[in-house]
């Protein structure tokens, strides 16, 4: 006699915690195994694109914080960026700096906290990520000592950025950075050799270097898979064109490759921090701010706070700790964006998200999700 | 089995570390000086009166629509108590749609609007949400009895409009902002009507 079975659908959110937020999995299963897999999002969508559309352009600084809200400096970055290229605007150097140490705090936060609930997922429940939200909290007292925020810092401006740090900031980043190599030395001893973690996602979820780019999977997911392609070398953006660093680059393309990749990263934040802290240069920080000396790039009696770029569109793009983060803006001359438009990494990293699950366990899925490390504020907007 | 031996022996070194936490209603963290709690209104102590004179600059550029003012004549200008022509009259923030984003203090020429750099900035819950709209009393409350001690006041709008304050001429400056017609270009100047 022969057992008649049918697929089962099961729904892995919206309320779920392995989906990191309010985001939908629903798996098709033949017994364990995963033979279709569909997401359904669109529950934190909050029309960014179009709010946007009614807003100046500075007033659309403090919406970018909440797009990616675990790394609000780089998403404030990439879209001032694309309105300095539209108004043809260049930041002073001090800026320039500023932006990359804060964009390099901001990444080594936002991996801890990736690696952090990747153990989770991996069934290491919440030892790991308090260790990780340790170290995450004293950048976010940076972030707070400079701008006086944790999360939505809204530190960018057109121009440069908006104030300048305070002198006691540079101290506690010194300290703050001998510190955290021995922190990152603990989580890889950690994690990194630990045999369950290992036979978790070793081989699961592998992404063919081929399949990633036809993807147009960016960031640590692509270099896990073996392409070594950062923005930051590719087209330099900030300061990073003065700085030394390495590509981290997987091997395997499996889901263990990219969490390595995450940790080396971390490592490579840290060696920009020391080159930066270092080699910042004295001056001004906001090429809008009128000095005794210099005059504003931008004519009056337009601040930046009413700037009306020339006509014309503009798209910049930057290593986001998740991926390629790119804003694309038209502007009809108005104070306000004809067009807004976010290509956010969370949302594009996803789409091979069925290519990787298809033929695993569920449990495998709840591990490749979690490597995927996407920010739903970022995938719905 | 390496790696889990490491792995334990990080927990257990761990367990002797000093906990990093406070307990935090009973005891808080020291908040620097640029945190950006809800923001209120400063009070002038030497005119008696608040800083703000109702430009609604902050109204205009706030992301979020969630301030609204209205500006009076100021009745101790024409008693010359006051070099301020123009006061504020009603002034509402609704804190359930505040963002915390500065942009009010950046915009602000007369440095009258800071962000709470207190804990009670950031320590607001309520029954009912028409409890966190407030009004010019409550906003200016903090600033008036001292309890905001340190006001975080960077002439951040200053330096977006060009206008820059010099020493002593704070007064001056608000009295030729505060003339109607002058009050009108500020405005013109910094809106460009967005």
Request: aromatic residues 8%; glycine residues 8%; negative net charge.
């Amino acid at each position: 006699m022969t057992l008649k079975t049918e697929p089962f659908v099961v729904n892995v959110g919206p309320q779920h915690p392995s989906t990191h937020g309010v985001f939908r999995l629903r798996l098709t299963l033949d017994g364990e195994k995963i033979i279709d897999a569909d997401m359904v999002m669109g529950y934190l969508h909050r029309s960014m694109e179009k709010l946007a559309e009614e807003r100046t352009y500075t007033q659309n600084i403090p919406f970018t914080d909440r797009t990616d809200y675990l790394a609000a400096m780089t998403g404030n970055l990439a879209y001032v960026i694309a309105v300095e290229n539209l108004a043809g605007v260049e930041p002073p150097e001090r800026a320039q700096w500023l932006r990359t140490i804060m964009s390099e705090l901001q990444r080594f936060a936002s991996h801890s906290m990736a690696i952090g609930i990747f153990a989770n997922d991996c069934g290491a429940w919440q030892t790991p990520v308090m260790h990780m939200f340790r170290d995450r909290e004293k950048i976010l007292d940076l972030f707070e000592m400079a701008c006086g925020a944790r999360l939505t810092t809204n530190y960018m401006r057109i121009g440069g950025v908006s104030r300048d740090i305070p002198p006691e900031f540079m101290p506690t980043a010194t300290k703050l950075l001998k510190d955290l190599p021995k922190r990152l030395d603990e989580y890889e001893n950690l994690l990194l050799e630990n045999e369950i973690i290992v036979a978790r996602s070793r081989g699961v979820g592998v992404l063919t270097a081929e399949q990633a780019m036809a993807h147009s999977v960016s960031g640590p997911m692509l270099r896990a898979s073996g392409v070594a392609w950062d923005i930051r070398k590719a087209d330099p953006y900030a300061a990073y064109d003065k700085l030394d660093f390495d590509i981290a680059v997987g091997t395997h393309g499996d889901v263990y490759d990219r969490f390595v990749v995450r940790v080396a990263e971390m490592r490579q934040s840290l060696h920009i921090l020391e080159q930066a802290l270092e080699m910042m240069p004295e001056g001004p920080v906001n090429a809008m701010q009128p000095t005794a000396t210099v005059q504003p790039a931008w004519s009056a009696p337009t601040g930046p706070l009413a700037i009306r770029p020339p006509e014309g569109e503009a798209y910049a793009r930057i290593e986001s700790p998740r991926g390629e983060l790119g804003f694309y803006l038209i502007s009809d001359g108005g104070p306000a964006p004809f067009r807004f438009h976010i290509r956010s990494p969370s949302f594009i990293n996803l789409t091979p998200l069925a290519l990787m699950t298809v033929g695993s366990t569920v449990a495998d899925a709840i591990v490749i999700l979690g490597s995927v490390d996407i920010v739903v504020g970022e995938v719905d907007r | 089995m390496l790696g889990m031996v490491k792995a334990i022996g990080t927990t257990l070194r761990a367990a002797f570390r000093k906990p990093v936490t406070v307990q935090y209603p009973t005891e808080k963290k020291d908040l620097p000086h640029r945190s950006r709690g809800f923001p209120v209104l400063l009070w002038d102590f030497e005119k008696t009166e608040p800083f703000c004179t109702g430009c609604q600059v902050c109204a205009r550029y706030c992301p979020v629509d969630c301030i609204t003012v209205t500006m009076k004549d100021n009745p101790k200008f024409a008693e010359g108590k006051s070099k301020r022509k123009k006061i504020v009259d009603k002034f509402y923030l609704d804190y359930a749609r505040c963002m915390r984003c500065d942009i009010c203090v950046e915009v602000c020429n007369f440095d009258a609007i800071v962000m709470n750099n207190t804990w009670e900035g950031v320590e607001l819950s309520r029954y009912d949400r028409q409890d966190l709209v407030m009004d010019l009393p409550e906003l200016l409350r903090q600033s008036r009895t001292g309890d905001l001690e340190d006001p975080f006041r960077e002439p951040m709008g200053v330096a977006h409009s060009g206008w820059a304050p010099k020493a002593g001429e704070e007064d001056e400056q608000a009295a030729q902002a505060a003339q109607p017609a002058a009050a009108a270009g500020e405005a013109a100047k910094e809106g460009g009507e967005g």
